[in-house]
């Protein structure tokens, strides 16, 4: 058994809520920030994450490691809609699981989440390029709509190329039917 790092993870954990929530006022969601990952704190979250404390990158894939899956990542991505998993689903005509598209302010904050995990992550390695370097690394395999996928890597593109000023003005002002 690992050893737990309860206050690490905790600390790491906020930190992060903390850049989002941020993250989200500048983008204009507020609500959206407030109410973001509170799941990491229930204890279906919280103790795989103590046990499985990285530092520098996700203890789920820590707990996947282990155990092929992460049973805190399935309860996490099915009540937290920023994350594009929750938006799967079975399409009887296809028979297959496929994208669903996401509303546009899950879209924003998934952005802001993407960004402040990159921070946190990456500490002072960090870049405007490195959300996007993540993102990209899994685009072939992800099961992501394909407007929503467009949307988000239109963002990350803004964020690397104008920085976060630029985009974040430019997302406080995006509309649910815009096109990117």
Known sequence: MTDM???????????????????????????????HDLSKYSPTEFIPGAKYYLGNRSP???????????????????RNRHHFEYWTDYNPKTREVEGVEMPLKFVKEMFCDRVAASKIYNGENYTDSKP?????????????HLKTSEQLEFLLRMLEEKGEKET???IRKMKENDNV
């Open 132 to 144: 996007l370097e993540y993102f990209m690394r899994a685009k072939k395999i992800r099961i992501i």
């Open 60 to 78: 789920n894939e820590g707990e996947r490691e282990t155990y092929g899956y992460s049973k805190a990542w399935m309860h996490h991505k099915g």
């Open 5 to 35: 790092h309860p206050i690490k993870h905790f600390i790491t954990i906020t930190r992060h809520r903390h850049k989002v929530i941020a993250n989200c006022f500048r983008a204009g969601i507020p609500i959206r920030g407030l109410l």
């Open 168 to 170: 974040f003005r430019y």
